[in-house]
């Protein structure tokens, strides 16, 4: 590879979530030679979390100003945005960012990378630009998945050729906590009634929505706060379903057992005061809250969908359940709960796990080598803009 490198990120960030985490994490492991420039959509202001924490680290921000339907300007903004940070290679996040980076990158010749993180089927207006961004993603230079379990739909639905695919991992990250914060499990326990009988913590985090199964936990919740009368769940996240969990919740009888504080930006601070990590989706492509939980130490049950058991190994660093079944979680967790010694063994392994196989340094030095072969491959030919 040259001397030096110009990246770019084009994203529709609207918080600053996992893979955001991931954006971030790979461009700190870049050498200084790689110049990285974060972009994001505007999604009605949403995306300011994401460059903010960019900025923090001293990497250039741009937030765009248009959007769809605006299709040919919002093509004609990214266009700008390549030529002006003299950009080798665009990575792009997001069927968004697909479909408008790769257009804009046949304009100033450069290869456009798509990252494929998995695709949910939220809504039928999901499921819409998940179908477009299925057929768009042959199109791409080249498609990085983050696990081999998104790999293998990829190939499937996608049919995109062998050698325009590569997997690499999402990572772990480490630093944050090897100091755990010594006043994380009571912080946790703040969010259950004062004087009330929760000592030990389960946690679920994510987006509120059909996919990430938390309405299986709630469920599972219940047997687990009536075989352990000192559990208490927390779940911290938003989304369209929030609604709906509060009232399952009340109807079974869980008030003050199981607590929804919200979306929380310190989640790096409190995970690693919980007793178990529950991952109940339905689909995932390699989830981080399981990176996040076993670089914390923290055992996680999970169910066995997408590339999650690439990360959890059953009966190694945690437990692998079917997906929808609440009997499932909830015998796992107390397992968990009723033995110290196993949560701790787990909890060990996970830490050994992810330094050895998900690291950012690993992950950067992967996308080195795809970077190097695709900018020392012939380049699209620049077409006018």
């Avoid at 600053?16 to 110049?35: H, I, K, N, S, Y």
Wanted: hydrophobic letters at 45%; charged letters at 25%; a positive charge.
């Amino acid at each position: 590879m040259r001397t030096g490198m110009n990246l770019v990120h084009l994203t529709a960030s609207t918080f600053f979530g996992g893979p955001e985490r991931q954006m971030l994490g790979l461009a700190l492991a870049l050498p200084d030679t790689v110049r990285t420039t974060f972009a994001t959509f505007p999604e009605g202001g949403r995306g300011t979390a994401f460059l903010d924490e960019v900025r923090k680290h001293g990497f250039p921000a741009a937030p765009l100003k248009t959007d769809f339907p605006r299709v040919f300007s919002a093509v004609r903004e990214v266009t700008e945005l390549l030529r002006t940070t003299a950009c080798d290679v665009l990575i792009c996040h997001g069927y968004k960012a697909h479909v408008l980076g790769r257009l804009a990158a046949r304009r100033v010749g450069i290869p456009a990378v798509a990252v494929s993180r998995g695709w949910t089927a939220e809504t039928r207006k999901v499921k819409a630009y998940e179908w477009i961004d299925r057929r768009h993603m042959p199109l791409m230079d080249h498609v990085i998945c983050v696990s081999e379990g998104q790999a293998e739909k990829v190939r499937r639905w996608c049919r995109v050729p062998a050698d325009r695919l590569s997997v690499i991992r999402n990572s772990a990250r480490l630093g944050a906590f090897e100091n755990a914060d010594p006043q994380a499990r009571e912080r946790l326990l703040g969010f259950f009634p004062a004087g009330g009988p929760v000592s030990q913590v389960v946690l679920g985090a994510g987006r509120f929505s059909p996919e990430k199964g938390f309405g299986v936990l709630v469920e599972a919740a219940h047997a687990i706060c009536r075989e352990h009368p000192n559990a208490g769940v927390v779940l911290f996240g938003e989304g369209p379903l929030r609604g709906e969990l509060e009232r399952r919740i009340a109807e079974l009888d869980l008030t003050g057992r199981v607590a929804l504080p919200g979306f929380r930006t310190d989640l790096d601070a409190l995970i690693g005061g919980a007793d178990v990590v529950v991952l109940p989706s339905f689909t995932e492509g390699l989830p981080n809250v399981a990176l996040e939980a076993s670089a914390a130490g923290v055992p996680v049950v999970a169910t066995a969908v997408g590339g999650t058991p690439e990360a959890i190994a059953d009966t190694v660093n945690g437990f692998l359940v079917p997906p929808g079944d609440p009997g499932a979680i909830a015998a796992k967790v107390g397992e968990l709960l009723r033995d110290r010694s196993l949560r701790s063994r787990f909890g060990d392994a996970g830490r050994a796990r992810m330094r050895d196989l998900f690291t950012f340094q690993a992950q950067a030095d992967a996308y080195l080598r795809l970077l190097r072969a695709l900018t020392l491959r012939p380049t699209p030919v620049e077409v006018a803009a």
